[in-house]
């Protein structure tokens, strides 16, 4: 095979077989082919598209790049959740626990990763003793006895989507559908998921703008799946104002521990019954959706979803006590209110500047380097839809040094104040097939 005749049959519009794709993805990883042809290559599929089965062979290529993760000794179906960029997403830290309670297994690989705010360990590692460390056997006892555990990623997932991504970065080539469906899926492939459940975000704070792209998104992953043999469900979910009202590590988890009391943001609750219910048909333990979410609701308000975040805490030796006492998690020794200007109804909130300004007050990881601070974060108090009379607090910042103007800046600009009271609906349209 030559490199430079699969480039032309993608410049062709011809379908590349899967052998091609494997030998595209198998050499890239290798050093065997060079950047500036797998950039011609990638720049043909940004142009011409790739069909179901090219983008399943992309995907499963991927995922064999790198170490493939074996959770074939967990009992059950494991079915994993993915959220594309969400601001202050919370989801993960709710519905793991809350699916364990109907015994669904969780077992979650997560990384730290850069943005906002931290990943699902930084937040977890706010609650004091909490660890990650342990090898491959005990996670595996620890999902087979309690239903959940959470571990860091292994060092070598999916390197050719590393390569790749980097790759399109330089090259204007990210914003393509295939490239971004496999890239997603094959992460969720190679971590062990037998089912997926996939959240793709839509509005000005997401990477999909509107909704008709959004879509197309999720129908490719969803399709990309199954043919991969992994049962994928989808959710369209609005990412026009954040999610809920913490974003920052150690406010995300207090926000969690609400949620699973049943006095959650109504919002954050909605979505997670919503994801859930998904993972609970798709993990075999109801025979509908509607039945599913019923189970959760239930867990959620018998208390029984908390007492199994209880219980991972304490598997994983974390201080169980936070649950009761939120004085126990990383405190903030600054707060500043923003408060309106004037009076109205807010009818807008830029989710995307409210991450940026949780990350100015410390909360994210600008680079792989930066360390994070667990306190610092922002509540964001008033939500579209909500009426404000002038002197309102907007937002709260949380932080460990007084520069708030940056922050203060930006969450300023993501707001807008206006006469008409607006509804948002939070979940747009739920994808099976
Ligand atoms: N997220 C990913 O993991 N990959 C993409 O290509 C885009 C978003
Ligand atoms: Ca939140």
Known sequence: MRMVELIKKKQEKKELTKNEIQYIMEGYTNDEIPDYQVSAWAMAVYFNDMTDHERMALTVAIAESGDQIDLSKIEGIKVDKHSTGGVGDTTTLILAPLVASVGVPVAKMSGRGLGHTGGTIDKLEAIPGFHIEMDQEEFIDLVNRHKIAVIGQSGNLCPADKKLYALRDVTSTVDSLPLIASSIMSKKIASGADA????????????????????????????????????????????????????????????????????????????????????????????????????LKEKLHSGEALEKFKEFIENQGGDSRVIDDYQRLPQAKFQKNIQAEEDGFVTEIIADLIGRAA???????????????????????????????????????????????????????????????????????TITD
Not at 262 to 268: C, T
Not at 279 to 289: D, F
Not at 398 to 426: C, D, P, W
Request: aromatic share 2%.
């Open 196 to 295: 997926i459940v996939l959240d793709v975000k839509v509005g000005a704070g997401a990477f999909m703008k509107t909704t008709e792209k959004a879509e197309e998104l999720a129908h490719a992953m969803v399709t990309i799946g199954k043919l991969a043999g992994r049962n994928t469900m989808a959710i369209i979910s609005d990412m026009n104002q954040p999610l809920g009202i913490a974003v920052g590590n150690a406010l995300e988890v207090e926000e969690a521990i609400e949620t699973l009391k049943g006095r959650g943001p109504s919002d954050l609750e909605e979505l997670c019954l919503e994801l859930g219910a998904q993972m609970v048909y798709l993990g075999g333990k109801a025979e509908s959706i509607s039945q599913a979410k019923t189970m």
């Open 359 to 429: 990350m100015e007050l410390g909360a994210g990881r600008a680079t792989k380097e930066s360390k994070i601070d667990l306190a610092a974060g922002l509540k964001v108090l008033k939500k579209v839809g909500d009426p404000v009379s002038k002197g309102d607090v907007l937002v709260t910042l949380y932080a460990n040094t007084e520069k708030f103007e940056q922050s203060e800046k930006m969450v300023r600009e993501a707001y807008s104040i206006g006469k008409e009271q607006i509804h948002l609906t939070l979940i747009h349209e």
